[in-house]
């Protein structure tokens, strides 16, 4: 998995409560540029970057860049070839009493989606802009308090 060159400071820069690069440094990892270059193709396909980004957001940069797209279940999100990738939409709970979707733990669901993120996995490994390169097998420990709600894979043959 290829690392963006900025990373690092670019998530320093976009480091903003309730936003930030988590879904550029994603796009970034799976078209092997920096995030700098998302960032300006983001703007010439004519999206605009609020200082964060939605899920639907995401799907329709790769699509306008030509990837094939295919929306997993969460239950089932492992079965992908290896050398896909997938996007997890990652939740972190709340300490509220309502632990159920929308809420997550949270007193409203606008506030559950300021906090999510987004992580990319790819051949046995998964990556967080903010915390690394991890092993697959670290998945686990890496969310807790928090659920996948969404899986996004990305390959030449998601649509065959």
Known sequence: MKIPNDV????????????????????????????????????DLGMEFKGWSGWKQLREYLEKRGHKIKLLRKDNWSDFEKEDYCILRIQWIGDGDNKE??????????????????????????YCNEEGLFEINKLEEYLEGAVITSIMRCSQDALE
């Open 8 to 43: 690092e400071i670019m998530t320093k820069a976009y480091l903003i409560d309730k936003g930030g690069i988590c879904g550029q440094s994603c796009l970034a990892v799976i078209e092997g540029i920096s995030i700098k270059e998302v960032l300006e193709n983001w703007d």
């Open 101 to 126: 979707k929308p809420f997550y733990g949270w007193g409203h669901w606008s506030k559950a989606s300021a906090y999510t993120h987004f992580v990319v996995v790819h051949d046995n490994q998964f």
